[in-house]
Each structure stands twice: as structure tokens, then as C-alpha cells.
């Protein structure tokens, strides 16, 4: 087992074994559920074996976080934002181990694992100034003596399936929101990265512990499609927070619709980055260098289509070529590394195939194409010219790959950018203000995220994240965002002793 190597060392640091229970049922760590192992995707060596929760696991930490949310549902203000201040506090204690973990296991460079831990800490901070900004409206009655006001509760609990790419940065969107509005939160994190799961549990356990609260008020397994559907058809939770594909998130929003809960989707992207001809070309470049190059290609937000206007096609296509052939892929735990491993050898398979069928449909591979023989998941980064109606562009290949391709106008632009079915994030760059004010228009991008002269990826807390069509509709993180963690009542008090009817009614 890996986890007797010395670079695993830091591992004990933040509670993890040979050997780790994978579920935090009620304040203990348990599971009956089958034994899986976190493989390093680097060397596809075993780090760690993790016991995954049962179905009655997950029942019986449901009924617990179901208890503890009446409690916590109670709860004043400064407890509830105090917490996640606490919480705050600890990663930054543990951010280092807990960031190379995230390099370790999922496969994302040191500084990008670093910069997830951090994300969490931020979304951290934010949450505690949010939570004193809970408002809702007083609202002039059209009665005398009335008063109409809104009112936002708690929802109760709230639950969340992450997914491997950020495999505790989307836990920290749904839960600190979460838990300052006053709800419990129960996490399936993602079967592939059981460990930061885990580590992450045990710092926040660790909090709840240290306060003498009640410890289900957060509750996690580790474990695979079976609890994910338990949390989906749970009546007891009353959002569930979904980050996936479109295939499996368009499962997950009807179960819960049949029950009539509420869903937050944050699915598949198919991101394009737009370069005019009065671009700044330099900026471009290296903005689709980490767009389509980080997290090897991993991100939601990757971008996946470049449209080069025409006359300055050849000349940015050159510059980007260049750059491509100086990143250095290899270990993701090595300092100058850009480019890791796929996390997975599926993720290395779907890659292969996606090659072929990028052949398939007469399609020109400028650079990369092939997988690197090694004991890792290692692929080029990969540029391939192809028209924008090829049917594989409109899918999503969870891969360093990027379409390249030119237009004439910024409205043959546009409508390229809006011609596939996800919507998550698009950017274009361009110093002319009129283009700018069309792009972020209503004729402009039909994305949630919509930048100018910044990549698609690397998203800003304080900004709500998520996207339109088969991205789901789902927004997380800042703006106001909180407002999907509660529930609205519009209240009317009658403070006088005659009884007037709305619209003027006579009734008797």
C-alpha cells in the first residue's frame, strides 16, 4: 500500500491511515459498505483502501442530521456564522496537506490543489459577512393598518454530491452558504477521491466537536451510485445540490422532482473563447493556455472551443502552438508542472476514443493526439482544427482538447458560441466597447458566466456560479446565491381591528 511511502507522510497530518472508515454517522466513523482504494493518478499506485457506506449507513446518518437540523434550524445568528468562521480557521492550519492531498488524489497541480483549499477558506469568509445580510423586503400593503414583510428560513437539511474535478471547492459553495442560513448539510463526496472527503469531514467534525454541538449536523459517506440515489429520493432533504455530467444531473433533477424538492444543478460545460481582430493577442494566449491546459483539461469551465476571427487567425494560432510545445507534463507534485495526469485510466480510454472520433469526422490534429506511455493517465495537450458544425464539438470530452476554429463577424461568433446545448461559460476578447456592451447583451453570449479578456475558467467567489441549458441553471457561490439554501414566506400582519380585503373585495 502507497501510504507507507514517505512523500504520504503528510497524510496522517489530517487523519487519514492505511485504512479509513468512510462514513461520519452521528459523530462516529463507520461503514459496512464494500472496500475501494484511492489510486494515485500519477503512477496508478494505491495510496489508501477506504470502507464506502451501506444503504443502512446512510439511514441511519440520515436520521441523525435530520434530529440535529431542528436543533440547528433554531439556532441565533452568531452560532451558525461562528462555526463557519471556526471552519475557516482550521483549513487555514491544515492548507498545505490538505492541498497536496487534492494534487495527490485527484491529479490537479500543486498550486491548483493549493488554490481549491483556499477557494473553501474564502467562500468561508464570505459566508460569515453574508450571513448578516439575510434580508428580506418590507413590502407597502395596499390595506390600512397592515404591514406585508418577507421572512427567509432555514430549509432544514440540505444535501450535496460533488463530483472529482473540485472534490471539496464545490463542497465549500453549497455547505458554508448552507450552514449560515441555519440548515445541516449531508455530503456524498466523489467515489474516486474518498480521501479529501474524509480529511475534509474530520476538520469540520473537529469543529462541531470542539463547540459540543450536534455532531450530524454535517454528515458525509464516501460511497457509490446507491447513495447518491437515496439522497436524490430523500424526502428529509429538502435541496439537493448536484455537480456532474447532463446525463446523470438530468436523473438526479427528475427523482427530485417526483417528491417535488428542490434541485441546484451545476453540470457539463462546452466553453468558447472568442478573439477579435483588435485582441490583444499575447493576453489571448495565455488565457487559453490555462483555460484549456488546466487541470488538464478537467474543469467544468475548460475551455473547449477557440473562435479566431479570420485576419488574425494564423498569427494567434501560431503563438498558441508555441507555448503549447513548452508545457512541461509530468508529476503534479513537482514545481514547474502545468499538465497532470487524467484522474483516471477511464478518463485516459474516453480521451483514446475521443481521438478517433475526432479522425472520424475529417478533422485536423494541429498538436498532441496521443496518449504518453507511463504507469500514469497522462495525455498531450491536444489542438485540433475542425468546423464548428462537426457533431463533436457539440459534446463535452473531459479533456485537454481544443477546437480551433475562425469566423468572419461577431455575429457568426456569437452564434457559434450559442450553438451547442451546454451554457456555462464563454469569454471574448476585444478592446472596442461596443462589442463588449453586444457580448453581455441580450443578443450576446447565452452563457451564466460571460467574460471579456479573461479566461472561461477561474471563477471569483463573489460572483454566482453556474450556466444556462444542459449546464442546469444552477447557481453557487456569491451574489445571491443564499437564497436557494432558504425558504421565502411573504407575511401580511394586520395590526389594526377592521378587516379590508385585498383589490377592494366587499365581502359581506
Known amino acids: 500500500m502507497g501510504f507507507a511511502r514517505k512523500e504520504y507522510e503528510f497524510l496522517s497530518e489530517i487523519g487519514l491511515s492505511s485504512r479509513n472508515f468512510g462514513c461520519y454517522v452521528d459523530g462516529t466513523w463507520k461503514a459496512n459498505g464494500p472496500v475501494v482504494i484511492s489510486f494515485n493518478p500519477a503512477n496508478n499506485q494505491a495510496i489508501a483502501e477506504v470502507v464506502e457506506g451501506s444503504v443502512e449507513d446512510y439511514e441511519e ?3 441523525a442530521c435530520s434530529e440535529a437540523a431542528k436543533t440547528w434550524m433554531q439556532a441565533s445568528l452568531f452560532p451558525c456564522c461562528d462555526i463557519v468562521r471556526q471552519i475557516g480557521d482550521a483549513l487555514r492550519t491544515k492548507l498545505q496537506q490538505l492541498g497536496r492531498l487534492v494534487s495527490l488524489e485527484m491529479g490537479k497541480i500543486l498550486p491548483e490543489g493549493i488554490g481549491e483549499v483556499q477557494e473553501i477558506i474564502d467562500m468561508c469568509d464570505f459566508s460569515v459577512g453574508l450571513s448578516r445580510q439575510l434580508n428580506g423586503s418590507v413590502i407597502p400593503s ?8 418577507e421572512m427567509w428560513n432555514p430549509l432544514g437539511v440540505v444535501g450535496v454530491i460533488t463530483a472529482f474535478n473540485f ?3 464545490v463542497l465549500g459553495w453549497n455547505a458554508c452558504i448552507a450552514l449560515v442560513c441555519g440548515n445541516s448539510v449531508v455530503w456524498k463526496g466523489a467515489p474516486t477521491t474518498p480521501l479529501i472527503t474524509i480529511a475534509m469531514t474530520r476538520l469540520v467534525a473537529g469543529v462541531l466537536e470542539k463547540n459540543n454541538l450536534p455532531p450530524a449536523i ?6 457509490g451510485a446507491d447513495i447518491g440515489q437515496a439522497i436524490a429520493k430523500d424526502m428529509r432533504i429538502s435541496l439537493v445540490s448536484f455537480t456532474g455530467s447532463s446525463k446523470v444531473g438530468l436523473m438526479v433533477q427528475q427523482t427530485v422532482n417526483q417528491r417535488f424538492g428542490k434541485c441546484l444543478l451545476e453540470l457539463s460545460g462546452n466553453n468558447a473563447i472568442i478573439v477579435m481582430d483588435d485582441a490583444d493577442i499575447q493576453l489571448a494566449v495565455r488565457s487559453v ?23 488574425i487567425y494564423e ?16 508529476n503534479p507534485l513537482e514545481k514547474g508542472t502545468l499538465l497532470g495526469p487524467l484522474h483516471t485510466s477511464e478518463s485516459k480510454k474516453s480521451f483514446e476514443k475521443g481521438i478517433e472520433i475526432i479522425k472520424s469526422q475529417a478533422c485536423k490534429i494541429l498538436i498532441g493526439g496521443s496518449v504518453i506511455e507511463s504507469e500514469g493517465n497522462f495525455v498531450q495537450p491536444t489542438i485540433v482544427e475542425i468546423s464548428p458544425n462537426a457533431d463533436v464539438v457539440k459534446e463535452e470530452l473531459f479533456a485537454p482538447v481544443l477546437y480551433v ?8 461568433a456569437v452564434e457559434i458560441n450559442n450553438s451547442v446545448p451546454q451554457g456555462l461559460s464563454s469569454s471574448i476578447f476585444t478592446r472596442k466597447p461596443e462589442i463588449i456592451f453586444k457580448w453581455i447583451g441580450p443578443l450576446g453570449s447565452d452563457c451564466g458566466i460571460v467574460n471579456v479578456n479573461i479566461p472561461t475558467n477561474g471563477a ?49
Open 61 to 63: 446518518g440520515m436520521r
Open 142 to 149: 395596499e390595506r390600512p393598518n397592515h404591514a406585508m414583510l
Open 167 to 169: 472534490p471539496c471547492a
Open 218 to 223: 454535517f454528515t458525509s459517506f464516501c460511497g
Open 289 to 311: 493556455l490555462f483555460a484549456a491546459v488546466g487541470t488538464a483539461g478537467q474543469r467544468c469551465t475548460t475551455c473547449r472551443r477557440l473562435l479566431l476571427h479570420e485576419s
Open 315 to 330: 498569427r494567434a494560432l501560431d503563438q498558441l502552438l508555441d507555448v503549447y510545445q513548452q508545457v512541461k507534463i509530468g
Open 405 to 412: 476554429m475562425k469566423f468572419q463577424t461577431l455575429q457568426e
Open 460 to 508: 471569483e467567489i463573489g460572483g454566482a456560479f453556474g450556466g444556462e441549458k444542459a449546464t442546469g441553471g444552477g447557481r453557487e457561490a456569491g451574489s445571491d446565491s443564499w437564497k436557494q439554501y432558504m425558504r421565502r414566506t411573504t407575511c401580511t400582519i394586520n395590526y389594526g381591528n377592521e378587516l379590508p380585503l385585498a383589490q377592494g373585495i366587499n365581502f359581506g
